[in-house]
């Protein structure tokens, strides 16, 4: 199975001489094409930097980071927002769509900007995915007009259209109510499934990471855990991050 993400030995550190904080702790894992892994970690330990490092906005001290066989800590300042357009797509849990265009607009968006695309080609593209995320009523609103999981599943749309070979997601049901949040969770699963999406996504929540194929839990930098779900159904994996989570840390609450 081709390898779309490989971390090799990275550390992040904060601050100056005397006053050092390693965020990430020598971290190494691979994500294969089309699996689904998420990460799951109390606050401070470290799994949003890794996910900021791996999109590019924040860089590493010292380690590597291919994705699709490129290493990207050594793209040049003008080549990384071509690499996050062709390569990444990102789900914010605030969503950041933009106001002043519709649903359809929103996610054609980084259509329109690819050189050699016509509008019908566009308009397929989009129709197809939003059928996909069962989102084609609301191609024709605003994002005031939408509720926060069909908001929610717009950016998935958006993130899925130009076919990236990554999909980066941070608390993507952060802001929504536990019933949007199971449907974009199916939706998620059925990109995973039926587009062979990889999906990165970080989560503090145990049945958001339960639709996962595999967990990283981190903790203080560093990988201290490791779960795959293998032929679990849902419930049990949920049990085991629940029981992961009580063993090394013993304080759910500081994870969920």
Do not use: W
């Not at 329109?112 to 939003?130: C, F, M, P, S, Y």
């Not at 009523?137 to 908001?151: A, D, R």
């Amino acid at each position: 199975m081709k390898e779309i993400l490989q971390v090799k030995d990275i550390e992040k550190y904060y601050g100056n001489k005397g006053n050092v904080t390693k965020a990430i702790n020598n971290i190494s894992f691979n994500v294969e094409e089309g699996e689904f892994v998420g990460i799951m970690g109390p606050s401070g330990s470290g799994k949003t930097t890794l996910l900021n490092c791996i999109s590019t906005v924040d860089n590493i001290t010292t380690g590597n980071i291919k994705i699709n066989g490129k290493e990207i800590t050594k793209l040049k300042s003008k080549s990384i927002e071509k690499f996050r357009r062709e390569e990444l797509g990102f789900i914010f849990q605030d969503f950041n769509l933009l106001d002043t265009l519709t649903a359809f607009e929103n996610i054609a968006l980084a259509l329109t900007i690819q050189e050699g695309k016509k509008a019908k080609n566009i308009r397929d593209r989009v129709l197809e995915v939003a059928r996909k995320l069962d989102i084609e009523e609301v191609l024709s609103k605003f994002p005031y007009e939408m509720s926060g999981g069909q908001k929610q599943r717009v950016a998935a749309a958006r993130a899925i259209i130009t076919n990236p070979s990554l999909i980066l997601a941070d608390e993507p049901t952060g802001a929504l109510d536990s019933k949007a949040s199971r449907l974009l969770l199916d939706s998620f699963e059925k990109l995973n499934e039926e587009m062979n999406a990889t999906i990165l996504m970080v989560t503090h929540d145990a049945f958001t990471a339960s639709y996962a194929h595999r967990i990283l839990f981190i903790k203080d930098g560093r990988v201290f855990n490791e779960l795959i779900r293998g032929n679990d159904s849902r419930k049990e994996f949920f049990n085991r991050i629940i029981e992961v989570v009580t063993l090394l840390g013993g304080d759910t609450n500081n994870v969920f």
